[in-house]
């Protein structure tokens, strides 16, 4: 099924009907193509602009340096928009520069549930050999590589012919199998160093035939959807440490510009981040500041971005009653686009018809909250979470593990500019957090 | 010929078997959740918090009742087997689906397991990406609010990507009403008929074990009568009832008591007994009223609206289902509003007051819809039906009838599919096509007799009477008639009585047997001046003022 954009789906752009607001506000779907109509730039709200900092360091990059770049950014942030939209800038000619960009999305070539180095390598290979553009497999250092992998697969007892051109896809695909791309990694696993460095060779003849046919200058491989693996215990550690602490270090040895997305409850760890990697620059997408960092004053730029944002896709006069409702659904949002989409989506749908006033929005924004509420109910950090609120810091009292998780499921949110967090407005109004709130001291007994 | 108007016909109140009230919060919510089913063709993630059981097993009706109608989209239920993982199979169902289809996906909650998140909820974690390039429409998982909270914990790509949750909550019920889903083997969609033989035998079981208490046995009593009135048993009905009902005074559970009053009244409704349906009625909502048991309460007004109804006493029944109605607003029991609403409907209809019948109906509606109720609305635009063929717009009617037929059949209403037929048959005599007609009446017939409905046979063998003096097959017609008419002084039914007997007297005057013809005419007038319905009474008259001016 090829599914259709955005603004294929409805009748009118901005939107105008009740029935259309859901369709337009799915913030699932990353904006490109015709829904790049849709896009509004929010760096200025999010505190500048990260992906055109790294769009800028690769262009500049001198020749024979090549960078890392790890990002992360909370669901539902734009992350896959925004990283499309580096995409796209890349291959543009910018400076007499242009670069060709593989895309390299885990889902379609592994089981996400458990990756380890040895067959991210082996899967982006397997995507390399059949990028269009490229022309892997007539490169010497490929079929090589090649038929290693085809090797270990079929000692796995994995049915492969010798064909390369039909078996390397083939096993690209077979390593979505959770058991074989377990099987895979334990065959690979002494070689894994041996095949990083093969890879580099690749890579490097890669570039010479590139440039040289195409008059691109450099290539790129974008790695997305690591930042979706669930942490989990393996033999006393998380599998976080196990791939993003010990193992795609490794990875910076590949004289390749790469991109990897990465979850964003390690970002809080920066030490740890960067201890592991020599020279990856880790940073995350922000949200949008709806308020200020101290006291609850609104932010206007974001606020005003935000209205932007909503009014590419709503006709804003027809949805809202009035700009109380709008600014309502904003800060109720926390400068979390998806959320801001899904507010006003469910007060529509909830609703039934438009214009939606604020109590319409209150009245989602109590329905979004009450999901929260299981989720946060007899949590021993949520008094900590007012600390958060109040000072915009996260104080040493919430441990690594809570830190994680609650950057992790937007219960707290990061933003830019400086560095400062905030407590997601919608757990602020969940049963849970209220009843947290510190209790004031009893005043003392009046004297006579 | 005479025109047989719908009014005398019989036509039960009739719901969706077992249909379990939700809460009034949840009821609330259901249109919201049409919608977010109905807009858009797009993939949408929909989470559903229902605990197993009743309330779970509701929302799988309705959404059942709600699968592609109304923009809704087709709905494909998944029942993930034992530890069999969600994404496979959702993807194996996506790609076999063709047009806009959803899915609702069940059995998610075996893979709730402690803090971290199983290898099925990563792997559904990861699936996010994929779900809108292979299904194009809405995948609702039903499970726990636990499982939800889970969801939301540990995998929180996949669930921050949801258009809409709701979570589903069983009203508090203060009138036990034996439904399938809550039967204690959890079998679903159970016929009347297995009901009984299971719940004899659960029964019979009983009576071999020692110290069974009485309470225990009274409710199995009741739920088998109950399920021997689906099954049209009404006199094995009326004892399990009885015997239920000693029980249940005996330990003193008035609530108990007060639902096998109840279902005497129901069965007695159902036998054309209405001072005994009256009665029962009314001493159940005596009993309701001392318990507060609101549903209880409005379940009798209702009832006693019907049996008015029934008598022709539009004015009690509109009274009646006014209060009952005020109370179901008041509870938020969306079910009684809707019934309450279409039953206004059908006084209005009998009352020919075709404007308030048509809002009324068109007023039950959605809301019938809003609870996948789709027996009652068939009924509903069956009465539009109605309305349309007392107007002689019969292309409306028959359209609205095809319609009703349908669904009828689809939740296996016999009555309201032989209704539906019968009308149909009447537009085919309208247009004098006697060879449709007849056949509509004779598919029908066997339809009345199946569900015990002596009435729906009488009109039907009446009808059938109707074509015969159509085409001047006389005595075939007297036979129809006179069959006809054993059948409605069998149920008390004066106005078929009536209507059969004038006939009578069309065949005798048209053989010119002028003695005969007088004798049935002024019976016949006797019966609806009895009934105090003035258009046949006016044209009786006319008949015999014409018979008596010949013979001076």
């Known amino acids: 099924m090829v599914s259709k954009s955005l603004v294929e789906r409805v009748t009118q752009i901005p939107v105008r009907e009740a029935r259309y607001v859901p369709t337009i506000c799915d913030g699932n779907i990353p904006l490109q193509g015709p829904d790049h109509r849709l896009f509004v730039d929010l760096t200025n709200a999010r505190g500048g602009d990260r992906i055109a900092e790294v769009e800028r360091r690769i262009r500049w990059a001198p020749v024979g340096t090549y960078e890392k770049h790890l990002v992360t950014g909370h669901a539902g942030s734009g992350k896959s928009t925004e ?59 490929a079929k090589h590589l090649g038929k290693q992998f085809i090797a270990w697969a079929k000692s796995l007892g994995i049915e492969l012919g010798s064909d390369l051109a039909k078996e390397i896809p083939a096993l690209g695909t077979l390593l979505r199998n959770a058991e074989l791309q377990r099987r895979f990694r334990e065959k690979a696993w002494d070689y894994t160093a041996r095949v990083i460095e093969q890879m580099g060779d690749l890579i490097q003849e890669i570039r010479n035939t590139l440039v040289a046919r195409e008059g691109i200058d450099d290539i790129v491989i974008i790695i997305d959807n690591l930042e979706k693996m669930l942490c989990r215990e393996v033999g006393g550690r998380t599998n976080y440490e196990l791939l993003f602490i010990e193992q795609l270090p490794k990875l910076e040895t590949l004289p390749v510009h790469m991109v990897m997305t990465f979850p964003v409850s390690l970002h809080a760890d920066q030490t740890q981040l960067r201890a592991a990697y020599a020279n990856a620059v880790a940073i995350q997408i922000p ?18 971005a935000l ?66 509420e299981r989720v946060l109910q007899g949590r021993p950090v949520l008094p900590s979470l007012h600390v958060v609120e109040r000072t915009g810091s996260l104080p040493a009292e919430i441990n690594a593990t809570d830190r994680k998780w609650l950057l992790q499921n937007l219960i707290v949110i990061e933003y830019n500019g400086e560095v400062w967090y905030d407590v997601h407005p919608l757990a602020r109004r969940t049963r849970a957090y209220v009843e947290s709130a510190p209790k004031e001291s009893p005043p003392a007994p009046a004297t006579a | 010929m005479l025109k047989v108007r719908p009014k005398n016909r019989r036509r039960l109140r009739q719901q969706r078997d077992g249909m379990i009230p939700l809460a009034p919060e949840t009821e609330q919510r259901m249109d919201a959740f049409r919608r977010a089913l109905a807009w858009g063709d797009h993939f949408r993630l929909i989470l559903v918090a229902a605990p197993p059981g009743p309330a779970r097993e509701e929302i799988l009706e309705r959404l059942r009742a709600w699968s592609g109608r109304d923009e809704i989209p087709a709905l494909v239920e998944l ?3 034992a530890a069999e993982r969600p994404v496979g199979r959702i ?39 994929e779900l809108p390039q292979i299904l194009p429409g809405p995948l609702v998982i039903i499970c726990s609010p636990d499982m939800i909270a889970h969801l939301l914990s540990v995998a929180p790509d996949f669930a921050s990507v949801r258009a809409f949750s709701i979570e589903i ?27 009984v033989e299971r719940l004899s035998a659960l029964l019979a079981g009983m009576d ?160 019938h819809r809003r609870v996948g109720d789709v027996r009652g609305e068939a009924n509903c635009i069956e009465g539009l039906g109605d309305i349309a063929l007392e107007r002689s717009d019969h292309e409306s009617a028959r359209a609205r009838f095809e319609e009703a037929i349908l669904l009828h059949r689809k939740v296996g209403s016999l009555l309201g599919e032989a209704n539906c037929i019968m009308s149909l048959g009447k537009i085919a005599l309208a247009h004098s096509d006697h060879e449709s007609a007849r056949a509509r009446f004779e598919e029908a017939l066997p339809l009345y007799r199946g569900v015990g409905d002596v009435q729906g046979e009488a009109n039907c063998m009446g009808s059938l009477g109707d074509v015969a003096l159509e085409r001047l097959d006389d005595e075939f017609a007297r036979a129809r008639f006179e069959e006809a008419l054993t059948l409605h002084r069998r149920v008390g039914d004066v106005r078929g009585e009536a209507n059969c007997i004038q006939r009578l007297g069309n065949i005798a005057l048209r053989r010119s047997d002028r003695e005969t013809a007088l004798a049935r005419f002024e019976e016949a007038l006797r019966l609806y001046r009895q009934v105090g319905d003035p258009a046949p009474i006016g044209a009786v008259e006319k008949v015999l003022a014409r018979l008596n001016t010949k013979q001076e």
């Open chain 1, 83 to 141: 990283l499309n939209r580096l995409a796209h800038e890349l291959q543009e000619d910018k400076d007499g520069r242009s670069f060709h960009v593989v895309m390299f999305d885990i889902n379609q070539h592994l089981d996400p549930s458990d990756i380890q180095l040895p067959e991210l390598v082996a899967a982006l290979f397997s995507a390399l050999w059949s990028d269009p553009v490229l022309n892997v497999p007539s490169l010497a250092a």
């Open chain 1, 287 to 304: 949200m949008v500041r709806v308020r200020q960092r101290l006291g609850h004053e609104d932010d206007p730029v974001g606020l005003q």
């Open chain 1, 307 to 372: 209205r932007e944002f909503l009014g590419r896709r709503l006709d804003l006069d027809c949805v809202f009653a009035g700009q109380n409702a709008i600014d309502q659904a904003i800060r109720g949002s926390g400068g979390c686009v998806r959320d801001l989409l899904r507010i006003v989506a469910s007060a529509v749908v909830e609703k039934g018809s438009i214009p939606i006033n604020s109590e319409d929005i209150a009245r989602a924004l109590s329905r979004l909250a009450a999901d929260l």
């Open chain 2, 79 to 81: 029942h993930l087997a």
């Open chain 2, 91 to 129: 993807r194996d169902t996506a790609h076999s689906l063709t047009g806009p289809s959803g899915i609702v996906l069940v059995g998610l909650d075996q893979h709730l397991a402690g803090e971290q998140a199983t290898p099925a909820i990563q792997e559904l974690n990861y699936f996010r990406d």
């Open chain 2, 169 to 195: 909550n069983a009203a508090r019920s203060d009138r036990e009403v034996p439904s399938s889903a809550e039967s204690d083997t959890g079998v679903r969609d159970e016929m009347p008929a297995a009901k």
């Open chain 2, 208 to 367: 071999l074990r020692k110290n069974v208490g009485s309470a225990e046995r009274a409710k199995i009593l009741f739920r088998l009568g109950w399920a021997l009135l689906q099954s049209h048993d009404g006199e094995g009905a009326s004892r399990r009832m009885i015997e239920a009902l000693e029980l249940f005074r005996r330990a003193g559970d008035v609530l108990g008591e007060a639902n096998c009053i109840f279902g005497l009244g129901e069965i007695a409704l159902r036998n054309f007994d209405y001072e005994s349906a009256q009665a029962h009625f009314e001493k159940a909502l005596q009993l309701y009223l001392k318990l507060n048991a609101v549903r209880g309460v409005s379940d009798c007004i209702q009832q006693l609206g019907h049996v008015a109804l029934r008598g022709s006493d539009h004015e009690s029944a509109r009274a009646r289902f006014e209060e009952a109605l005020s109370l179901c607003r008041r509870a938020g029991d969306v079910l009684g509003e809707a019934n309450c609403i279409q039953s206004l409907g059908q006084v209005a209809l009998e009352r020919s007051d075709h404007e308030s019948a048509r809002a009324r109906f068109e007023g039950a509606l959605p809301l």
